[in-house]
């Protein structure tokens, strides 16, 4: 009896290790797939879901996380962080390219080689990963330019030159997609091919070139097919359960959705120039107020968009010097300064950011009309000031040049007139009999200086 309470008692302490050695992904604290879903450019609000999603889902400790992915590609920073961030769970999570009709092209290609499992939907594809140019000018509305896949250039006949900067960038993102295909078993040829030459795959010929692991239509299926396949995640080799989970979809917050419009390039100009207009409005009529506090929040949104993109530092220089100019050409009217300050203004929304990813690129329909709207704002102003210098003073001594007033008492070369209905003290280079009439030739303190009437119109008609 005692040699069977040992036995049962090994084997009690045997199941227990056996239990725990399983990974918790099979644990019942598990049974839930959270789902986030990332559409359109990939940008710093992308970034920011995909980081609070991981978080949310370390801390619930799902069984996997779905990260369902349709966009044009964006900006490398804000992809690499994404990367690190997945390399770095400790969930596994699966990408999905969806729904139907969409892609993952430029830089939701090197997501989807980070993601632990890698899926897509029927009718979508991924690829065109070729690194965009740096720098640069945007195309004029209706130009051409040898825009290949991804925006380094595409064969017209003569090969477009390669600069040093080109090759450095494209060599890296090879070495990126290269190191995340070794990673997680993909095709590291095709991901090349697809940096390269700009490549894209469908989602059957995506499976057949081993860039994804299967072609899922929903959710369902999805989970389906992920159950029972071996990933490593942070260093651990796990085996994923997930047939029959249940999905929650986190949704992203209000700060994240407001981060997606205001880190809109365009967006971030448009509000620069509604933060510096609203603050001009009211230094010239204070105590407005409404401008000068929709000018102080718009000015501080502005200002930390473009923190949270790679700007161009020349560039927002010359966007402020040309603000500069145009404000000092409304109160200072010379035009030069109005065609400097557009020219300024122009120049440095083109160069404002370092990179043009796909969805983050200055768009001359709105840096145009808005150097032009500025243009004119600052003509307008200046021309009618411009009109109020030329008028006659209304206020002031300046206002009583020309005046008639009526002479009170006189004697010698002073005496007192009536002038606005007040008692003023007044000299003359001439004798004015008292009870006449006189005008105001000049002002000084509190004495004015007058002739007769008659002198001024016997001068006027010689």
Known sequence: MRLARVALFAAAVAAAAILSSFSPAQTVAGRVALSVAIDGAIGPASSRQLKRALNVAAERKVAVLILQLNTPGGLVTSMREMIADILASPVPVIGHVAPAGGHAASAGTYILYATHVAAMAPGTNLGAATPVQIGGLPSLPGGEKDNGPGGIGKDTGARAPVDAMTIKVTNDAVALIRSLAELRGRNGDWGEKAVREGASFSASAALDQRV????????????????????????????????????????????????????????????????????????????????????????????????????????????????????????????????????????????????????????????????????????????????????????????????????LDWNGGEGHVLALGERWRAKADEAIAPGGSAEVTAVSGLVLTVRRRDAANDGAKR
């Open 212 to 407: 994804i692991d299967f072609v899922a239509r929903d959710t369902a299926e999805l989970l389906q097919l992920a159950d029972g396949r071996t990933v490593e995640v942070a260093g651990k080799k796990e085996i994923l359960a997930t047939k029959g989970l249940a999905v929650e979809t986190l949704e992203p917050g209000w700060f994240i959705q407001l981060l997606a419009v205001i880190t809109n390039p365009n967006t971030a100009v448009i509000l620069m120039l509604v933060g510096f207009y609203g603050l001009v409005f009211e230094f010239v009529s204070p105590g407005a107020v409404a401008p000068g506090v929709v000018g102080a929040i718009c000015l501080v949104l502005g200002l930390y968009a473009l923190d949270q993109l790679p700007i161009n530092y020349t560039g927002l220089a010359l966007m402020l010097l040309g603000v500069a100019f145009l404000i000092i050409e409304t109160f200072n009217p010379t035009v030069v300064l109005g065609l400097g300050g557009a020219a300024a203004f122009l120049l440095g929304s083109t160069m404002l950011l370092q990179t043009e990813g796909p969805g983050f690129g200055v768009s001359w329909a709105v840096i145009g009309p808005a150097a032009a709207l500025s243009l004119a704002l600052a003509l307008l102003a200046g021309t009618y000031l411009w009109a109020a210098r030329r008028n006659p003073p209304r206020i002031g001594g300046e206002a009583m040049r020309g005046l008639a007033v009526d002479v």
